[in-house]
């Protein structure tokens, strides 16, 4: 079975810092693999996404994600976080008959 | 772009009433989805279609019932609403490997 786990369930960050979001799967084959932002009342935006290839995968906003085989890791990271960077990010894991599996989420809280 | 779109951006409906939530994408995709998002629990999902007319159970389908009746639709129904269906709702449908797109969310109060 296919399942994501975000073991930060909430970052504060200072604007400017550098920022990483950790995710960590569970997947039978080589999986597909996303990172997504939702904004307050907002749906979900895609940021990146990982199927084959480089490892280092780049996305908008200035984000980018490293997949690690060896740990079924998918961590996602900025180097200078902005303040609209505050959101809720979901990895997600997949497919399994077209299906995805999301971690919980990770709230970015970004300080001034 | 893909865009998808639902009915509502809010609703408030009674304990008991039928409700209908709406999904329109306009990528002519095969699969479509419905998800509740609740805090700490992430996207959880309620059921997809792979197909007009052809749907399958998710996760928490009790309670729920959907319909396709063409590509580009998919309706969410409760059919006797409860308080503990209150939650923010997301349709997505999806494009090549895999990615899904999502619709801007329904936030559904029942009291």
């Known amino acids: 079975a296919q399942s994501v786990t975000q073991p930060d369930i909430h970052i504060t960050v200072s604007e400017g810092a550098s920022l990483e979001l950790r995710c960590n799967y569970s997947?039978?084959?080589?999986?597909?693999l996303f990172w997504y932002v939702q904004s307050p009342g907002q749906g979900l935006q895609l940021l990146l996404k990982?199927?084959?290839?480089?490892?280092l995968v780049q996305g908008i906003k200035g984000f980018e994600a490293e997949f690690k085989r060896s740990q079924s890791s998918f961590n996602l990271r900025k180097p200078s976080v902005h303040w609209s960077d505050a959101a809720e990010y979901f990895c997600?894991?997949?497919?399994?008959?077209?299906?995805?599996?999301f971690g919980a989420g990770t709230t970015v809280t970004v300080r001034a | 772009d893909v865009k998808v779109t639902q009915s509502s951006r809010y609703l408030v409906k009674r304990t008991g009433e039928k409700v209908f939530l709406e999904c329109v994408q306009d990528?002519?995709?095969?699969?479509m989805f419905w998800y509740r998002q609740d805090p700490g629990l992430g996207l959880r999902l309620i059921y997809f279609s792979y197909d007009v007319k052809m749907k399958e159970k998710g996760d928490i389908p009790e309670g729920y019932s959907v319909s396709r009746e063409k590509k580009e639709r998919f309706s969410l129904i409760l059919e006797s609403a409860s308080t503990n269906q209150t939650s923010m709702y997301l349709c997505?449908?999806?494009?090549?490997?895999?990615?899904?797109?999502f619709g801007p969310g329904t936030r559904l109060l029942v009291l």
């Open positions: 990982y199927f084959s290839g480089d490892t």
């Open positions: 997947y039978g084959a080589t999986p597909y």
């Open positions: 997505a449908s999806n494009g090549e490997q895999e990615t899904q797109y």
């Open positions: 990528m002519d995709h095969e699969n």
């Open positions: 997600a894991v997949g497919p399994n008959d077209y299906k995805l599996s």
